[in-house]
T-cell receptor, first 113, second 113 residues
Framework: EAQVTQNPRYLITVTGKKLTVTCSQNMNHEYMSWYRQDPGLGLRQIYYSMNVEVTDKGDVPEGYKVSRKEKRNFPLILESPSPNQTSLYFC????????????FGDGTRLSIL | LAKTTQPISMDSYEGQEVNITCSHNNIATNDYIMWYQQFPSQGPRFIIQGYKTKVTNEVASLFIPADRKSSTLSLPRVSLSDTAVYYCLVGDVGSGGYQKVTFGTGTKLQVIP
């Protein structure tokens, strides 16, 4: 089954404790993206990647890091999480071309205390 | 980067046609317009996309006027299961084909029995 898998689905942690949210897709897609979703603000793109070792900032990259060492994986790293990063996070992938629909994961709900 | 504006919410009775309009005044020549649907606790799901004029699939129709500064998603004969948030998205193809996308804040559609 074609899918985008995020882990964990839920996480409660404390300020400053490094965490990684993993994202994996099994569709051999070149593009992958991370979004955060907050009430009243919709979905905002954090980082995106065109292919292995190629990443770029989205609209809200501050406080986040990403890496793309393999085509299928695109982890989101919070080196020193803060409460304002409490949010619902989505990973997405799609084939080459901006007019190709994105496939989204089921989301990761992070709470930073 | 084109930004989008949508109504925050809409109500409709079952069986009616629903039209949701999205404004994207600064859309660029190469940008495509896509619409996604999101149910609570799930990632967005692609519905339809277009570049200009009208596009129709088994789920919805998309109307885009000649100036492309807006688009209208049309859902025929909605049912309770169509209650969701609908996002308008404009994709920006930068140099080298990098994908940077902007979601609107979404329109929460409530279908009433």
């Amino acid at each position: 089954e074609a899918q985008v898998t995020q882990n964990p689905r839920y996480l409660i942690t404390v300020t400053g404790k490094k965490l990684t949210v993993t994202c994996s897709q099994n569709m051999n897609h070149e593009y992958m993206s991370w979004y955060r979703q907050d009430p009243g603000l919709g979905l905002r793109q954090i980082y995106y990647s065109m292919n292995v070792e190629v990443t770029d900032k989205g609209d809200v990259p501050e406080g986040y890091k990403v890496s793309r060492k393999e085509k299928r994986n695109f982890p989101l790293i919070l080196e020193s999480p803060s409460p304002n990063q409490t949010s619902l996070y989505f990973c997405a992938s799609n084939p080459t071309g901006s007019n190709q629909p994105q496939h989204f994961g089921d989301g990761t709900r992070l709470s930073i205390l | 980067l084109a930004k989008t504006t949508q109504p925050i919410s809409m109500d409709s009775y079952e069986g009616q046609e629903v039209n949701i309009t999205c404004s994207h005044n600064n859309i660029a020549t190469n940008d495509y317009i896509m619409w996604y649907q999101q149910f609570p606790s799930q990632g967005p799901r692609f519905i339809i996309q277009g570049y200009k004029t009208k596009v129709t699939n088994e789920v919805a129709s998309l109307f885009i006027p000649a100036d492309r500064k807006s688009s209208t998603l049309s859902l025929p004969r909605v049912s309770l299961s169509d209650t969701a948030v609908y996002y308008c998205l404009v994709g920006d193809v930068g140099s080298g084909g990098y994908q940077k996308v902007t979601f609107g804040t979404g329109t929460k559609l409530q279908v009433i029995p």
